[in-house]
T-cell receptor, first 116, second 111 residues
Framework: KAGVTQTPRYLIKTRGQQVTLSCSPI?????VSWYQQTPGQGLQFLFE???????NKGNFPGRFSGRQFSNSRSEMNVSTLELGDSALYLC???????????????FGPGTRLTVL | KQEVTQIPAALSVPEGENLVLNCSFT??????LQWFRQDPGKGLTSLLL?????REQTSGRLNASLDKSSGRSTLYIAASQPGDSATYLC??????????FGRGTSLIVHP
């Protein structure tokens, strides 16, 4: 089974621009979560989608948004980029069965975003 | 709000040593606790998942334990190797379905 894939792997943007990142989950996984990882803040939760619905959202400004398509693929968008948005953006997928205790998150390789 | 703390933040050991990484969490109402490994600039790789009803899980040289009552988990690595050098993160998953991650322990195993 193919793992979680993220595109692009690396991205360089300038302040004020917007960016769209893509994540394809493991086949059969319906839950997709996005995280931002920086040296200063560690791994911070952005949002989680399940069956095209955003179920959970972290404490990030409205410039960060996302969506999920019917095939479970997900995109996140960051508008009006700031220098502080430079980070590794990680996507994770999981099956979310009825037994939550067995739910495992599988991570993609990440997209390294640099804002100049 | 769940808070997860990992101690130590960094660890450097000679090859062959047995070592213990610690993870503590404030809310014991968790579904599971998961340990991950992250190599520099890469994504996270799941190592072990301990369900809330379990006390420990083992995979090869790795053994993870869970004590919900005290809010602690440990990851034991036996006979460490240079290839074990990475950052190890623990994540506690509770009522919101969203895991809360610790800041990680950066491990260096030198030959």
């Amino acid at each position: 089974k193919a793992g979680v894939t993220q595109t692009p792997r690396y991205l360089i943007k300038t302040r004020g621009q917007q960016v769209t990142l893509s994540c394809s989950p493991i086949s059969g996984h319906r839950s997709v979560s996005w995280y931002q990882q920086t040296p200063g803040q560690g791994l911070q939760f952005l949002f989680e989608y399940f069956s095209e619905t955003q179920r959970n959202k972290g404490n990030f400004p409205g410039r960060f948004s996302g969506r999920q398509f019917s095939n479970s693929r997900s995109e996140m968008n960051v508008s009006t980029l700031e220098l502080g948005d430079s980070a590794l953006y990680l996507c994770a997928s999981s099956t979310l069965t009825s037994d939550l205790s067995t739910d495992t998150q599988y991570f993609g390789p990440g997209t390294r975003l640099t804002v100049l | 709000k769940q808070e997860v703390t990992q101690i130590p933040a960094a660890l450097s050991v000679p090859e062959g040593e047995n070592l213990v990484l610690n993870c503590s969490f404030t809310d014991s109402a968790i579904y599971n606790l998961q340990w991950f490994r992250q190599d520099p600039g890469k994504g996270l790789t799941s190592l072990l998942l301990i369900q809330s009803s379990q006390r420990e899980q083992t995979s090869g040289r790795l053994n993870a334990s869970l004590d919900k009552s005290s809010g602690r988990s440990t990851l034991y690595i036996a006979a460490s190797q240079p290839g074990d050098s990475a950052t190890y993160l623990c994540a506690a998953a509770g009522g919101s379905y969203i895991p809360t991650f610790g800041r990680g322990t950066s491990l260096i195993v030198h030959p």
